[in-house]
């Protein structure tokens, strides 16, 4: 039996393999999730030489306990790999860092669950329009109409609805920074999402108008076959209607598409949400900027100034004669004059012009009725009601009373309704008069009056 040295038996021991398989692993894992540079006190060579001495020692129990017979050519070849590779780790070529940039200025959190108006803020930056409403508010606000299903807002949608009994029609508003492109470079783009030709300057410029925020907005209305933004399958049988205007810097784009049939029916309702779009901030709009909007035509108004009785007046290609102590209101979209009635205003008739169609008589004689909670005339009794002249022909009249639920359902007590249309080749006509009860029943003669007076011009 051989002697053996006392060094070579303490390099061969199994507790000695033990300590040294571990600490390859505990430095593996350090190696891993600490950066070497935290090392400190130790340089990279003398690293590598702690490697290299411990996986030697490795080696050697290996070889020391196990000889030949248990020592395959695979475990050799794995504990050479491994020595070769922590061997190989280098520090590399240092390359020193001597040019220097600026930080950019600190963008703000990101908050979770922001609003739109707040997440995309920045690209109102440059739009007065913006600036009116609190950091965590619209630059508008509206009133959704009757029946609209409101979606959220989007990046470049601020209100965004579903229209129709199956939403087969959206309407939607766009602020944008800017002239984003100007309104009748818009208005072509419209057009094209239709399949049409782009308007030519003329044709732009005998555009009907209407007072939207305080300003004047050009009225778009073309049949055809819309392919949207996307320019993709196109739909046949689509109608748009939007209105375009220059707020305060901004671009505010107001847009209703879907089939045709829907689109008529939806049309007043449209007007209606065109007028509910204000500045959050009491006051704001310009009153004399609302008057220069006035549809072409329109004769200049005095809110304050009551209508002489008899005295002929109009615009917008017709002509009427206001009764007595009917007062003209300010311009408002859609509508081609309202007026006020009553010691406190409390009462108001209006002339609304449409396009052709707009859904027929039926369909919005019964809308009337509705906002009275009252149910539809069914055609006997849309044939049984009396008649009046409008603009050279009789058509029914329609009396209402009850409790009124207009713009977003709120519900008046003790109201009273009077309405009437005429549907002419080009365009729709709707007279309606609404207030108090007792003062709309004193009004029906002046209201029959005044429906008689209209006459088209041109």
Same mark, same amino acid.
């Given at each position: ?30 190696? *891993? ?68 940039? *600026? ?12 609003? +739109? ?21 619209? &630059? ?42 100007? %309104?009748?470079?818009?208005? +072509? ?5 239709? !399949?049409?030709? &782009? ?9 009907? *108008? ?9 009225? %778009? ?15 046949? !049988? ?13 671009? %505010? ?25 204000? &500045? ?35 615009? !917008? ?11 003209? =209101? ?28 707009? !859904? ?74 609404? =207030? ?23």
């Amino acid at each position: 039996m051989s002697i053996e040295h006392p060094v070579w038996r303490f390099f061969r021991s199994v507790k000695l393999a033990i300590v040294i398989v571990s600490l390859l692993a505990i430095g593996t894992i350090i190696g *891993t999730l600490v950066l070497q540079e935290s090392l400190s006190g130790f340089t990279p060579d003398e690293l590598h030489s702690l490697w290299v001495i411990v996986i030697l020692g490795a080696i050697v129990c290996v070889l020391g306990r196990g000889t030949l017979r248990v020592l395959t050519m695979k475990s050799i070849g794995l504990l050479l790999a491994v020595c070769c590779l922590m061997v190989s780790c280098g520090p590399g070529d240092r390359v020193e860092i001597t040019q220097t940039a *600026t930080r950019s200025r600190e963008r703000g959190r990101v908050r979770v669950n922001a609003t +739109n108006s707040e997440r995309f803020r920045f690209a109102m930056t440059h739009s007065p329009a913006a600036s009116l409403a609190s950091e965590s508010a619209s &630059p508008f606000h509206w009133t959704p109409p009757e029946g609209w299903e409101e979606l959220p807002s989007t990046q470049y949608r601020l209100a965004n609805f579903r229209v129709g009994r199956n939403r087969e029609a959206e309407c939607y508003l766009s602020v944008l920074p800017g002239g984003a492109g100007g %309104v009748f470079a818009n208005a +072509n783009r419209w057009r094209e999402q239709m !399949g049409l030709a &782009p308007y030519t300057q003329t044709e732009f410029e005998e555009l009907p *108008t209407a007072t939207v925020l305080g300003a004047s907005a050009v009225l %778009v209305e073309f049949d055809g076959a819309y392919s949207g933004m996307s320019q993709g399958a196109s739909r046949e !049988g689509f109608r748009l209607k939007g209105a375009l205007l220059a707020h305060q810097g901004s671009s %505010v784009f107001v847009k209703l598409v879907g089939p045709v049939e829907i689109v008529e029916e939806e049309s007043e309702r449209f007007a209606e949400f065109l007028e509910s779009i204000h &500045p959050p901030a009491p006051g704001h709009v310009d009153e004399t900027v609302a008057v220069a909007g006035l549809p072409p035509g329109h004769v200049p108004v005095d809110a304050e100034t009551s209508v002489v009785a008899g005295s002929p007046t109009g615009g !917008g290609g017709f002509a009427w004669e206001a009764p007595e102590g009917w007062n003209v =209101g300010p311009a408002r979209p859609m509508r081609l004059v309202t007026f006020t009635v009553g010691a406190q205003d409390e009462a108001e008739c209006y002339v609304a012009i449409l396009g052709p169609g707009a !859904g027929g008589m039926a369909m919005n004689l019964n809308r009337w009725r509705g906002q009275f909670s009252l149910s539809p005339l069914s055609e006997d009794e849309l044939a049984a009601l009396p008649r009046i002249g409008v603009l050279g022909e009789p058509v029914p009249l329609l009396e209402a009373a009850g409790d009124f639920a207009g713009m977003g359902g709120i519900k008046q007590t003790g109201q009273a309704l009077f309405g009437a249309a005429r549907f002419l080749e080009d365009k729709s006509v709707f007279i309606k008069m609404t =207030g108090p009860e007792d003062l709309i029943k004193t009004e029906k003669e002046n209201f029959v009056a005044f429906c008689s007076s209209l006459l088209a011009q041109g």
